[in-house]
């Protein structure tokens, strides 16, 4: 007998993890809403339905997703709410010093307002022109077009790959940007000094670590009422939070 964990709950959509039995089961359930519209997601979370009893362990990182697992039928004393969280050893508060320092490092103007985005929006590992519509790139153009007419030194630095549709889209919209690569995680942090707001548009998360992220680093965040987000913003107090799909 062995324990089994996977990363994710997608390995349930194919029953060979049965072969594993008698072993111990156990995996993250960081999202995935069922009746939304994605059909991988509904036949995920049918899948436990039918097989909970088979399951050990389950992480969940926010209490929809907990309230989502139980929905199930499983037993409540397999479910563990363990959030996502983030190394304050890297994100530390930013210093005018170091937005200085870090705009100048990206060639990006010291009087610019710099809006935020750091992750992977894009279909597949290639260009990304296709929209991963969960993350919601759509809207943070549509909020982008909104904020334009305000203010008139709008500046987006996005990192992450497969960011093919949110640079059309910013081009479209005649908002200069940049997209800065980093090869080890803790390079984000830095990336975190240049701005001036982050924005999470998303309409499932299971964290993101980006809100983590930002109110380690001080950064001013608004952000959609998702994953964490429900649980740790307090609204007006530590961060904005939104309507999923709500741009304005």
Not at 215 to 238: F, W
Request: aromatic share 10%; with cysteine; hydrophobic share 40%.
């Amino acid at each position: 007998p062995q324990s089994i964990f996977f990363a994710s709950q997608f390995f349930l959509d194919d029953e060979n993890w049965m072969r594993f039995l008698p072993g111990r089961i156990g995996f993250s359930y960081f999202h995935g809403l069922p009746n939304t519209g994605d059909e991988l997601m509904d036949r995920v979370y049918r899948a436990l339905c039918t097989h909970h009893e088979k399951i050990t362990r389950v992480q969940v990182t926010h209490t929809e997703m907990r309230d989502v697992t139980l929905g199930t039928g499983i037993d409540p004393a397999k479910v563990f709410l363990i959030p996502i969280g983030v190394n304050l050893g890297f994100f530390l508060q930013r210093t005018d010093e170091q937005k200085r320092k870090t705009r100048e490092a990206l060639g990006i103007p010291q009087s610019a307002f710099v809006v935020g985005s750091f992750q992977k929006d894009g279909v597949g590992w290639e260009g990304g022109m296709q929209p991963k519509l969960v993350k919601g790139p759509d809207v943070f153009l549509s909020a982008i077009r909104l904020l334009k007419k305000d203010i008139p030194e709008l500046y987006v630095l996005l990192t992450g790959p497969s960011r093919g549709y949110m640079k059309n889209g910013l081009e479209e919209l005649g908002v200069p940007y940049k997209h800065a690569y980093y090869k080890e995680y803790p390079e984000v942090a830095g990336m975190f000094a240049a701005l001036d707001l982050y924005i999470v548009a998303s309409r499932q998360e299971g964290g993101p670590k980006a809100i983590l992220e930002s109110m380690a680093s001080g950064v001013p965040l608004v952000t959609t009422r998702v994953g964490q987000a429900m649980d740790m913003v307090k609204h007006e107090h530590n961060a904005w939070i939104t309507d999923v799909e709500d741009a304005e």
